[in-house]
């Protein structure tokens, strides 16, 4: 296998992971849970799900695949902004549907292709690593979140701790 299918694969794989460890979590939660937030300072899982969703229009449809970019970011935070366990749902999938199937197109010369990004010049790899770390720093608020409201009858998304 080549150094580029590798990366390839795992960001496939690492994109998969997040997905499925929020989905874990929103399918434990009430829609209640999936919009309360700790503080006002502070995210729902709802706002996360929206400007995560919000981030991949920008970075995955607007800069790699060149569709119009029509993104309100400070939108996504407002305090008002609602949503059902079932449109939080649907939001996870859909957009990392779009993601995975933006990945799988592209060809290997499309990853060095380059992109701007709040004025840096960057290549396509580098906005899907750094979407996966971006992803993964949310999923992990989330998951927070989900043990907060949750507490005994969270289950885990990964490896169970010893008890």
Known sequence: MK????VINNLLSKFEQIKNRML?????????????????ESNSIANLVIHIAGNIHPRIEAGISGHKDNRDRD????????LSKNDAIKRIEGSFNILEATIRNLSYDDYLKP???R??????????????????????Q???IGKM???????????????
């Open 24 to 40: 874990s979590v929103l399918n434990q939660l009430s829609d209640e849970d999936i919009n309360w937030r700790p503080n006002e």
């Open 142 to 144: 989330i998951l927070y």
């Open 115 to 117: 992109q701007k990004i």
């Open 3 to 6: 150094v580029n299918e590798i």
């Open 75 to 82: 939108g996504e935070f407002d305090v008002k902004k609602i």
């Open 149 to 163: 409201k949750l507490n005994k009858d969270y289950i885990t998304t990964s490896i169970p701790r010893k008890k």
């Open 119 to 140: 004025q840096n010049n960057v290549t396509v790899l580098d906005v899907l690593l750094q979407c996966s770390t971006h992803f993964s720093e949310h999923l992990g």
